[in-house]
């Protein structure tokens, strides 16, 4: 089996060691060179450029930040896209907005190459332990060929409909972890006003019936001050601002995703962009 990464950020590198990890003959790129050398050493081709990690590959999967960083490595005039081979596979794992998607796809048929979104849900620590759940939109037939690939990186591959839903659903998921985590910090930070212990708050709040069951992780960096990147705020921010911009294309209302929005700015703005998204309670205690 054989495979081409790009984009070995924190959750790409975890992805292309467990396809590694199970034997599959990984050719990986990346804008910086140290997560490349990381991953020569445990077996992995290192490619001088994107262009020649794809030459002559059947199946190519991106794991980049933005939609903006998607185009300018696969779609621009001499982007990957131009140098894959006819009816090779592009799965596209990285978190960008639907419309992106549709416009990823299309840049895929004019070079006849087949495409396929592939988001993921789960941080470090899930994409490390090949725990992550796919969101998959794309035809059947493709699925059949990469599922094997998504089940050495992921615990759960669900095929939500056509290309763009399964980025459509991600955008869903995480506007509900980002205000879950406000909200929830928001608690308990006014519990903590009314005189209820820090410690007691962060043991029991997590557990309620009422809280998503994430932040029992959160409330540990939280306990500890240690916002050590798993998801990065600035990714948070960007994701809401995406699927901002998705209600806008859709002419959808968006109160309070739109409201979260501007407090991960905020904090994003203050230099927070590079801490876990949980770093919001940081921002929100000390606002
Ligand atoms: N971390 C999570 O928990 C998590 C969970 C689910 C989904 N996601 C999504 O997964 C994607 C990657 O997230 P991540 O956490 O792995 O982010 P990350 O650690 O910041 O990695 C981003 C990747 O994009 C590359 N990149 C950035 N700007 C570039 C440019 N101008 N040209 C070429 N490459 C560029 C980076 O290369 P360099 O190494 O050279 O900077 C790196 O490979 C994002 O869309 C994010 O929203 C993340």
Known sequence: MKATFIGLGIMGSRMAENLLKNGVDVTVWNRSEGPMEELKAKGARVAPS????????????????????????????????????EDSIWVDCSTVNPSFTVRALQAAEQEGVRFMDAPVAG???????????????????????????????????????????????KMLVNIMLAQSMAIFSEAVLLGEKMGISR??????VPNLVVSAPFTGAKAELIRNDNYEVQFPLEWMHKDLHLAA???????????????????????????????????????????
């Open 123 to 169: 941080t470090k620590p899930h994409a490390e332990n090949a725990e992550l759940v796919f969101f998959v939109g794309g035809d059947k037939e493709i699925l059949e060929e990469v599922e094997p690939y998504l089940n050495m990186m992921g615990k759960k591959v669900l095929h939500i409909g056509e290309n763009g839903k399964g980025t459509s659903f």
């Open 245 to 287: 911009v998705t209600a806008y294309e859709l002419n959808q209302p968006l109160y309070l995703a739109n409201l979260a929005k501007e407090l991960y700015a905020e904090a994003n703005k203050k230099g927070m962009g590079r801490l876990d998204f949980a770093a919001i309670h940081k921002f929100l205690e000390e606002r």
């Open 199 to 204: 410690d007691f708050l962060l043991n029991v």
């Open 50 to 85: 994107a262009i020649e990690a794809v030459a002559g590959a059947h199946l190519v999967f991106s794991m980049l930040s933005t939609p903006e960083v998607v185009e300018k490595v696969f779609m621009k005039d001499d982007g990957v896209l131009s140098a894959m081979k």
